[in-house]
């Protein structure tokens, strides 16, 4: 089972190559894929997004909030911005949901960096890579 950030996605509807775009793919046709809230959320904030795939992605089972998980992700953030990394917001809510879960992120974002190496977030996918 994995989680896909925002970055992946996109990647992966527009059609883009990758290691983490042939997971996704990969994950797709097994039925691993769980659906971050968040990351939903900003891609139906997309205006060009057509219905259909809105439709799809909102199929996709979603990871439930547990309780606690505000204060969690406050606190997350807090210590990567501690450590003088880079920690918005969504990309907190959308790491403490793969960590509450114990599922690896798959993303092409290197920002979630300073929550691997700060709270232990599972990522896998071009930005595990140490380059």
Same mark, same amino acid.
């Given at each position: 089972?994995?989680?896909?950030?925002?970055?992946?996605?996109?990647?992966?509807?527009?059609?883009?190559?990758?290691?983490?775009?042939?997971?996704?793919?990969?994950?797709?046709?097994?039925?691993?894929?769980?659906?971050?809230?968040? &990351?939903?959320?900003? /891609?139906?904030? %997309? $205006?060009? +997004?057509? =219905? !259909? &795939?809105?439709?799809? /992605?909102?199929? %996709? $089972?979603? +990871?439930? =909030? !547990?309780?606690?998980?505000?204060?969690?992700?406050?606190?997350?953030?807090?210590?990567?911005?501690?450590?003088?990394?880079?920690?918005?917001?969504?990309?907190?809510?959308?790491?403490?949901?793969?960590?509450?879960?114990?599922?690896?992120?798959?993303?092409?974002?290197?920002?979630?960096?300073?929550?691997?190496?700060?709270?232990?977030?599972?990522?896998?996918?071009?930005?595990?890579?140490?380059?």
């Amino acid at each position: 089972m994995i989680a896909v950030d925002t970055s992946t996605w996109i990647a992966y509807l527009e059609g883009h190559g990758g290691v983490d775009v042939q997971m996704l793919d990969h994950a797709l046709n097994d039925r691993q894929v769980v659906m971050v809230p968040v &990351v939903l959320t900003e /891609l139906l904030s %997309v $205006p060009e +997004l057509p =219905i !259909a &795939v809105a439709q799809t /992605l909102s199929e %996709v $089972p979603t +990871l439930e =909030i !547990a309780p606690g998980y505000w204060q969690r992700a406050g606190e997350l953030r807090s210590v990567v911005l501690g450590k003088k990394r880079k920690a918005r917001l969504g990309d907190a809510l959308i790491a403490q949901s793969c960590i509450d879960a114990g599922i690896p992120l798959v993303t092409r974002d290197k920002d979630f960096r300073g929550f691997a190496e700060s709270a232990g977030l599972n990522l896998a996918g071009p930005a595990d890579r140490r380059t």
